[in-house]
């Protein structure tokens, strides 16, 4: 069954269910309704009509009201989100009959024979029950419908015997009525499935809007936001019942290699194995939670009564999930390994929040790494100086974008002539107390921290500005590299147009730098936005080409005119043979595609001409010039 079909049949019981629930609000209202008529008739007709047919009449209407009143509060009592069985309709339909049946005695037992204006009163009395009726069992039509004709086609025959010429009129007066009252009720009943299916599908729309919310979209698991309340739960339950609990991060080892070489969609298809398998190695108490790229969060409850029971009890666990990755996994024809390395955060302790745990797992699974990777490191005081560095770095970088403490560096591009025909933009950061801090120590925690959006934003801005005054002297290109999480935001190609406008930058000097990994995050996307750039007059360059060879499959379908050969092919290039085949087949390639290359990590002449011979003509390193502040370049090409 497709998830339509399950959707569809979902949607029917809801609005079965819903329709149920309406006619059984009505219920007391409705019972009110019959008492007030019924003892209004039985008083009408008490002079007219045997005394023990009114009596037993009346008995049985209003014992029957009070079985359906026990019947509406065994009902009221059933869980409103909850589905409602098809029983209880049935009730509905049932009692509803006999109702009907009472009401339709009436023309045997309650009828006057000589008297047209009780007759009369009495077809009157019947037609505003049914009428009722239409305003509390529309919901239900085959309710409906069986009290309608089986309240007023008594009295409709029993006006027909009578024969005189204001029964006939009665008779069929009342016949029009049961035409036009079922019309009635099939429109009110249409209108009330449409307003429940609306509700449905809003419903289920808002259940999807928070599934969202609160689901990772590739393995289902639980993501941070939802983890956090489940962790604040586990530390306020540990503290009742003074059990342990613990934290585990999991962060799987060299996956980014095995993403990149390979390709995304055999990453997502391994991280979704890995996220099963873990899933279905924990216990029903556990919780698992997938937080970042290849990062998994394990929560698990009642690990000891003290911190040794609960480390031993850890070390066996964490062994069982070290054995977990000794198996392959098969991927698309694909046998691929992985190891996992992991820290473990105990829990409760003093002022312990969720955000702690995950910050103290966090800093132990790097110690995991730094100990050789596939191994558990237990968080000790002895780590908490990390946590307090990086808390530091994160508050001076906040700081640093406020207080303007940022720089934008330019490095030099050379072609073969040694003329210089593009600079990079490469941000610095110009620490108070530390002096310039590399990119390498705050750029992943910038993205971490979610502070790369606004860094990013900050240098293009800046980067455009410098490039005006620039091209007042020159003819230079400028190379800005874009941040993956700048590049997914959905307003990425406004906020680049918006830039240019507000610098008033010659977009055909603008190069952007992106990255494979980029691209092959969501291809159809990445393309879009490049084109849309690229009619704008960018240009665009893949950085770090050739550690992964997944975007070749797509790259004649990009708008990219430059080729960046990452560092690590050239900077041993005349020493290892692999290396040198590398770079001859994606200059071979390019050249091929009429696509422009080159290589970064130039750090002497040996490379150079090396590189030279094997027909790259641009360059990038510190054979030619070290990043600089802007004010040198200035100098260097005035």
């Known amino acids: 069954m497709t998830k339509k079909q399950r959707d569809n ?75 409602v069985a098809e029983c209880w309709g049935n009730f509905i339909f049932i009692s509803t009959v006999a109702s009907g049946l009472g009401w339709g005695a009436t023309a045997i037992w309650l009828f006057p024979e000589d008297d047209i204006a009780h007759q009369v009163l009495l077809a009157f009395i019947l037609a505003g029950m049914s009428a009722g009726a239409v305003a509390t069992l529309s919901s239900l039509f085959s309710s409906l419908v069986a009290f309608i004709i089986l309240a007023l086609l008594p009295i409709i025959i029993r006006f027909l015997t009578v024969g005189t010429e ?17 019309r009635m009720a099939q429109n009110l009943n249409q209108t009330i499935k449409d307003t429940l299916m609306i509700r449905y599908e809003q419903r289920l729309a808002n259940e999807v809007i928070e599934h969202q919310a609160l689901y990772d979209p590739l393995t289902d698991l639980p993501n941070r936001r939802l983890l956090v309340e489940k962790i604040r739960h586990e530390i306020e339950r540990s503290i009742r019942y003074r059990n342990l609990g613990a934290v585990l991060f999991l962060d799987l080892d060299y996956f980014k290699t095995i993403n990149d070489s390979m390709g995304h969609n055999i990453g997502d298809e391994l991280l979704i194995q890995v996220a099963t398998r873990l899933k279905q190695n924990l216990r029903k108490e556990d919780a698992i939670a997938r937080v970042g790229g290849d990062e998994f969060i394990i929560l698990l409850s009642d690990v000891g009564k003290d911190a040794e029971n609960a480390r031993r009890n850890l070390q066996v666990f964490a062994d069982k999930l070290i054995q977990l990755f000794e198996k392959e996994f098969d991927i698309e024809g694909h046998t691929i390994f992985i190891t996992s390395s992991i820290g473990v955060s105990l829990f409760p302790a003093t002022d312990t929040t969720p955000e702690d745990l995950l910050q103290k797992s966090d800093v132990a699974m790097y110690e995991a790494k730094a100990a050789g990777r596939n191994k558990m ?100 290109s400028m190379s800005i590299n874009v941040s993956p999480h700048q590049f997914s935001e959905s307003t990425f190609v406004d906020k680049m147009m918006q830039a240019l406008d507000r610098t008033d930058a010659d977009p055909e000097k603008v190069r952007l730098e992106i990255t494979e990994g980029i691209v092959m995050k969501n291809v159809v996307d990445a393309i879009d936005k490049m084109k849309l750039l690229t009619e704008e007059g960018l240009c665009f360059s893949i950085d770090d080409f050739g550690t992964g060879y997944s975007s070749l499959a797509y790259l004649k379908q990009l708008p990219v005119d430059l080729l960046k050969i990452d560092k690590s092919f050239v900077m041993d290039i005349t020493q290892d043979k692999n290396d040198a085949v590398i770079v001859e087949t994606i200059l071979a390639m390019a050249h091929h595609m009429d696509i422009d290359v080159i290589a970064e990590g130039v750090e002497n002449e040996e490379v150079l001409n090396f590189l030279k011979s094997k027909g790259c003509a641009k360059f990038q390193g510190y054979y030619f010039q070290r990043p600089m502040p802007f004010a040198e370049l200035l100098k260097l090409v005035g």
């Open 9 to 83: 049949e979902s949607g029917q019981a809801d609005i079965q269910s819903g329709l149920i629930r309406i006619a059984y609000n009505a219920v007391p209202q409705s019972l009110l309704a019959i008492l007030i008529s019924s003892t209004i008739l039985s008083v009408i007709q008490w002079n007219y009509i045997d005394h023990v047919s009114i009596i037993l009449w009346f008995s049985f209407i209003n014992g029957l009201s009070v079985l359906r009143y026990a019947i509406y509060k065994k009902f009221s009592i059933i869980d409103i989100d909850a589905p």
């Open 166 to 182: 204001d029964a006939l009129s009665m008779a069929l007066m009342a016949s029009i009525f049961i035409i036009i009252l079922i």
């Open 377 to 476: 490191r237990l968080f000790v005081p002895e780590m908490q100086e990390l946590i307090i560095s990086q808390r530091e770095m994160e508050r001076d970088l906040r700081k640093a974008i406020k207080n303007n403490e940022l720089e934008v560096f330019y490095q030099p591009l050379y072609d073969a002539e040694d003329n210089i025909f593009c600079v990079e933009a490469l941000v610095r950061w110009n620490h108070p107390e530390k002096g310039l801090v590399s990119p390498a120590e705050f750029i992943e925690l910038a993205e971490k921290r979610g502070l790369i959006i606004s860094i990013g934003a900050w240098v293009l801005e800046q980067s455009l500005r410098d490039l005006v005054l620039l091209n007042r002297s020159s003819d230079i």
